[in-house]
Every structure is written in structure tokens, then in C-alpha cells.
């Protein structure tokens, strides 16, 4: 089968892989429908994070094409979106809510590999979820959105308390940040803050939810938010890019006993501990557990009650895998879908 290699950094290549098989008794072999490039694709494609001949993606959508003799809760032929974490959902970590903390977990980045035609999902009773039904083809672009972005800025937005009454602050827009937006509209939030500088961004934002938007950055957009918030910060911010400006100026926008929600993933970041505990305020974050909030956002989608589909603003055939991530690596493209 078809699948998206990286050689090394910067180095992507569509090549021949090996068909995947069942192995354990709780696989699915899942034929893909669509799969799509992460903003964290780029971390090992700039050289950030390590990388060797791995085979790429984490997100996607598609049929199940066969199960091990353990699985129940999805059968060949249905259509399922998956989360970018493995986890049985089972144990007492998935029982809390936490299941991109299973005892279990394996990440699908850079393991499964799902830029592919086919991949392999292990515990699939606990990481799959069937849609209700086979989806229009325009629901797919909304389904692939919600195997990673959408329940990661969902999760984002949920860390951070986001809901009626309240002013929301989010620090990135990419697609997470402007999938926070939607999440943060859609759990009733009073304003909503997008902090961004890309005018076609700007535009998602507020088709998303925005009420205002914020251009400056660092300590100026620390201040703005201020500004805007009678001098106290936003009840909740959302952080989704993961750098050090972008962090501490999330921790700046957030007023005493307010929440954040950080869910960029965040290389080389230094906090100072006097900062933090100064800033009086609930941290909380990491990797989504996407397996929680799937069955509620399929449902959203398939009602058509939300579209995030709109984030990918490029779609090339997986062939062209490259010239994707060349695309979001120069912020040409927000998120490329890659079709199948």
C-alpha cells in the first residue's frame, strides 16, 4: 500500500509500505477514507523532534475492513473515526475522562502511521468510534477534524472552563486554536478573543465564534487583552501553539483564578516557578483525550450543528503528501486534507 515516509528532516516521500495485518485479538484493520497533516507533523519535519524512515499521520477516518476475534463495539463495514491516541477506554485513567492517559496508550504519530491507505488500530473497541450511519462525502472533512484539531481544541476549551458568562482568550490560530473558538462558542461562551495576524484566519475565527480579535503579541497582547477585560484578563484562555511567548503570554492573559487550557505541544518552554505562582491561576492540559469527546462531536457533525471542516483550506491527493507539509510549513495552508 500507498503511505507517507519521513526519511529525515524536511524529507517526505509517498512510498510502497506493507499491508497491515491483524495481530492482536483487539485490532481493526481500517481501510482510509481521508487522512490529513498535523500542525506537530511539523515538529520532526523541522528537525525539532527526532525522525528516521518513520511512517507518518495520526489522523483519520474510514471503514472498517476487519477485526480480531476480541473486538465488539464496531464491525466490518462501518464507517469510524478514531482518536490520535490508542486506549481500551476501560481502564481507571479512561474511566476519568483521561484516555489519551491509558494504561494502554500508544500514540499513533510516527508508530501507526496513518497518511495511508490502510492502517492497523490496536484496541479498537477503545479507540474507534462508528459514525450513525455511512456519511455524505461532505461530512468527511468535519469527521477527520474531530479524530484530532476539533477534540483537541475542544478539550482545550474545556480545560479552561470555557461556558456562559464568560470571556475566552485564544493564543494561536491554527487550526486547534480556531477549533477552540468553535468549542468555546458552542459551550456558550459570552466573548471570544482569537489572537491572530493572518487575515484568512482572522476570517475562520469569526465564522467560528470570534467577537474580537487581538493582532499584538507578547507582553503587547497580554496588555490588549487587558484592556479589553476592564484590566483583569480573560476567565479562560486557551493556549494552542506551544512556544515561550506563546505560553507565558497565555498565563499573562489569564486573570486570578481563571483557567487555562494549553494543548499546544510545547517544545523548549521554560516557566518560571515565581511566575506561576503569582499568576494565581488553574493550569491544565497535555495530550486531549479525544476518546471522550468523540461520540458527542460525531453526533454535532452528523446533525450538522458544526463544520469544522472548514480548517483544511488545502486538499491534495496523497501522492502529493510533500507538498503539504511544505504548504503548512510555510504557512501557505492552516491544514491539508489528503485524499485517498
Request: glycine share 12%; with cysteine; net charge negative.
Amino acid at each position: 500500500m500507498r503511505g507517507v515516509v519521513m526519511h529525515t528532516a524536511g524529507d517526505v516521500r509517498v512510498e510502497d509500505r506493507e499491508h497491515p495485518k491483524i495481530i492482536e485479538p483487539t485490532d481493526a484493520i481500517v481501510r482510509l477514507t481521508a487522512t490529513c497533516i498535523c500542525g506537530s507533523d511539523l515538529w520532526p519535519y523541522r528537525g525539532i523532534e527526532p525522525v528516521d524512515h518513520t511512517a507518518m499521520g495520526h489522523e483519520y477516518v474510514g471503514v472498517v475492513e476487519e477485526v480480531g476475534s476480541d473486538v465488539k463495539n464496531v464491525k466490518v463495514g462501518d464507517f469510524v473515526v478514531g482518536s490520535f491516541v490508542i486506549s481500551d477506554n476501560t481502564c481507571e485513567i479512561c474511566r476519568s475522562g483521561y484516555q489519551s492517559g491509558c494504561v494502554h496508550r500508544e500514540f499513533v504519530a510516527q508508530t501507526v502511521g496513518t497518511q495511508a491507505e490502510k492502517a492497523r488500530i490496536p484496541h479498537a473497541d477503545g479507540t474507534l468510534v462508528p459514525t450513525p450511519g455511512q456519511p455524505d462525502p461532505e461530512l468527511i472533512p468535519s469527521l477527520l477534524a474531530a479524530s484530532d484539531v476539533l477534540g483537541t481544541g475542544w478539550y482545550g476549551a474545556v480545560a479552561a472552563e470555557a461556558g456562559p458568562g464568560k470571556t475566552v482568550a485564544v493564543v494561536g490560530d491554527g487550526a486547534v486554536g480556531l477549533m477552540a473558538i468553535l468549542a468555546a462558542r458552542q459551550l456558550g461562551a459570552e466573548r471570544i478573543i482569537a489572537m491572530s495576524r493572518h487575515p484568512e484566519r482572522q476570517k475562520l475565527a469569526r465564522f467560528y465564534g470570534a467577537t474580537d480579535i487581538v493582532t499584538e503579541r507578547g507582553d503587547a497582547g497580554v496588555a490588549k487583552i487587558k484592556e479589553l477585560t476592564g484590566g483583569l484578563g480573560a476567565h479562560s484562555v486557551v493556549e494552542a501553539v506551544g512556544t515561550q511567548e506563546s505560553t507565558m503570554q497565555a498565563i499573562g492573559a489569564t486573570r486570578p483564578g481563571g483557567h487555562l487550557g494549553f494543548v499546544g505541544v510545547n517544545y523548549d518552554v521554560t516557566i518560571q516557578g515565581i511566575d506561576l505562582f503569582f499568576a494565581g491561576i488553574h493550569v491544565e492540559g497535555g495530550p486531549a483525550p479525544v476518546r471522550r469527546f468523540l461520540p458527542e462531536l460525531i453526533q454535532l457533525i452528523w446533525d450538522r450543528k458544526i463544520d469544522p471542516g472548514k480548517v483544511f483550506d488545502l486538499t491534495l491527493p496523497l501522492d502529493q503528501a510533500a507538498e503539504g507539509y511544505k504548504a503548512m510549513d510555510e504557512r501557505r495552508a492552516t491544514k491539508v486534507l489528503l485524499t485517498l
